[in-house]
Structures are given as C-alpha cells and as structure tokens.
C-alpha cells in the first residue's frame, strides 16, 4: 500500500466507516461535525443531515426532543456525553463511561447502555473530542439477574415465558451451542460406558 494512499480522504473515509461502533467528531461547544456509518445507522440519520448541530439533537436526546433543547434541559448537567466530551477535551487524556441513554424513536423510546469513549484531537490548530459510542444493551441485559427454574433450568423471558437456557442465549446473546457431557454427568448417566475416565 502506497504512502499516498494512506493520506488520500476517501481511504480515510472508507476506513472509518468500516468501524463497527459509533464515531463522532466533536467540539468543545457539544456540536457534531462529523460521523461515520455507524454513528449514522445507530441514531437513524440520514446522510443528508446537515451536521454542526449539537448532540442531543442529531442523536435524538428524549430531553432534547421534548424539552428546551440540547444543553437547556434539566438532565444535560447530568449527560455522560457531555461531561466525556468535556472531561476529555479539558483535561486532554481519554474519558471513558458506561451511559444508559433515553432515545425517542418515532412514537416510541427506546433504552440504550453504552459505552462513551471521548479522546480529544487538534486538527489546524482546533479541538475536536473523537466520541465512539459502543452499544452494551445486550452484555448489561445478560448481567442482570434471570429467572431460572431451580428444576428444569429454563428461563423466565421478558414476556413471561419459560425457554430452555441455550435458545434465550442463543436469541439475546447471539450465542452458538455444541453439546457434550461432563465427568459427572457421563458417570451417573453411562456408568458402564467408562467414558468419564
């Protein structure tokens, strides 16, 4: 690969679009100039969108719909993103949060845990804070407790109906199973098959 190519901005382009989490570039005033693929399929955005708007704005904020707007709500003082883009542009070090966040999807919200990672960039004398959001729902939605039958193992879903452990994994996890057995198992179930051994 050529030296030239590397500096070449549809390769850039191409590069940063591949990554699978969100990649926002932001500045200090918590506007977004940039995204990738990601970033845009995530919050649903189309690429027409016209950046430079702050980030409850372009990432559908649930208090930035319905209140007063981005940065004017009651809840920004609290925002993960704003302090990470803060935290990280101010301190000039890498800022990094777990985020549940509120998003309004047409008539609907939604919860998403994420991820926040802002690392703060000069670019011609201007700084940028890069912001990656990677979604955590499914890995916080596994470390909560699951209801399990103490008898048959199977587990309570969300709408109330008991499954076998490796088809609620398979579907929330995206977990593949092999079977096999255990010493124990092989011995109390095919004692004469000495397979336990």
Same mark, same amino acid.
């Given at each position: 690969?050529?030296?030239?190519?590397?500096?070449?901005?549809?390769?850039?382009?191409?590069? /940063? !679009?591949?990554?699978?989490?969100?990649?926002? %570039?932001?500045?200090?005033?918590?506007? =977004?100039?940039?995204?990738? &693929? +990601?970033?845009?399929?995530?919050?649903?955005?189309?690429?027409?969108?016209?950046?430079?708007?702050?980030?409850?704005?372009?990432?559908?904020?649930?208090?930035? /719909? !319905?209140?007063?707007?981005?940065?004017?709500? %009651?809840?920004?003082?609290?925002?993960? =993103?704003?302090?990470?883009? &803060? +935290?990280?542009?101010?301190?000039?070090?890498?800022?990094?949060?777990?985020?549940?966040?509120?998003?309004?999807?047409?008539?609907?919200?939604?919860?998403?845990?994420?991820?926040?990672?802002?690392?703060?960039?000069?670019?011609?004398?201007?700084?940028?804070?890069?912001?990656?959001?990677?979604?955590?729902?499914?890995?916080?939605?596994?470390?909560?407790?699951?209801?399990?039958?103490?008898?048959?193992?199977?587990?309570?879903?969300?709408?109330?109906?008991?499954?076998?452990?490796?088809?609620?994994?398979?579907?929330?996890?995206?977990?593949?199973?092999?079977?096999?057995?255990?010493?124990?198992?092989?011995?109390?179930?095919?004692?004469?098959?000495?397979?336990?051994?």
């Amino acid at each position: 690969m050529s030296t030239a190519l590397i500096h070449d901005d549809a390769y850039l382009r191409t590069v /940063v !679009d591949a990554l699978p989490s969100a990649v926002f %570039v932001v500045d200090g005033q918590f506007r =977004i100039f940039d995204m990738n &693929a +990601a970033g845009r399929t995530l919050f649903g955005i189309d690429s027409d969108v016209t950046l430079r708007r702050l980030c409850g704005e372009i990432m559908h904020c649930l208090h930035a /719909v !319905d209140e007063e707007g981005c940065g004017a709500t %009651v809840y920004c003082p609290d925002c993960v =993103i704003r302090h990470s883009v &803060a +935290a990280a542009g101010e301190g000039g070090s890498v800022h990094r949060r777990k985020y549940r966040m509120k998003l309004r999807e047409g008539d609907a919200d939604r919860d998403l845990h994420m991820l926040v990672t802002a690392s703060p960039f000069f670019y011609k004398e201007d700084g940028f804070v890069l912001l990656v959001l990677e979604d955590i729902t499914q890995i916080v939605a596994l470390k909560r407790l699951l209801p399990i039958c103490s008898h048959c193992h199977k587990i309570r879903n969300d709408e109330n109906y008991w499954e076998a452990v490796h088809d609620y994994l398979s579907k929330h996890a995206d977990i593949d199973f092999t079977h096999g057995i255990c010493p124990h198992c092989a011995q109390t179930h095919y004692p004469d098959l000495k397979i336990y051994e």
